[in-house]
């Protein structure tokens, strides 16, 4: 059973950064393409940012393209999502996922996704 266990949220001001990160154990880490959803209150969850299991490949939704970026380090099994220029709309739960049968073409869709965390709360301040 693969454990995923996100970390590095917090309040922070608009135009202020954070790094989220996402702890994976239990799995064959380097087989999973990786993703980040986030959640605002009253709203679906929604796809934010995906990485390929080799680390070469990613994947943004449009509203936070150029100022997020995905990577992975394959030997600490940890994902990371580096949030630049932070907006208050960027506020929300903000998830890790596993997709243990990788289809990059299903990279953005919540069902493709095996594994979950917990979820970590980022709260921009206007």
């Known amino acids: 059973q693969v454990q995923l266990v996100e970390s590095g949220g917090g309040l922070v001001q608009a135009g202020g950064s954070l790094r989220l990160s996402c702890a994976a154990s239990?799995?064959?880490?380097?087989?999973?393409?990786m993703g980040w959803f986030r959640q605002a209150p009253g709203k679906e969850r929604e796809f934010a940012a995906a990485?390929?299991?080799?680390?070469?490949?990613?994947s943004y939704t449009d509203s936070v393209k150029g100022r997020f970026t995905v990577s992975r380090d394959n030997a600490k099994n940890t994902v990371y999502l580096q949030m630049n220029s932070l907006k208050p709309e960027d506020t929300a739960v903000y998830y890790c996922a596993a997709q243990s049968r990788p289809v990059w073409t299903t990279i953005t869709r919540k069902t493709s996704y095996t594994y979950w965390g917990q979820g970590t709360q980022v709260t921009v301040s206007s």
């Open positions: 239990g799995g064959t880490f380097n087989r999973y393409h």
């Open positions: 990485i390929s299991f080799s680390g070469g490949t990613t």
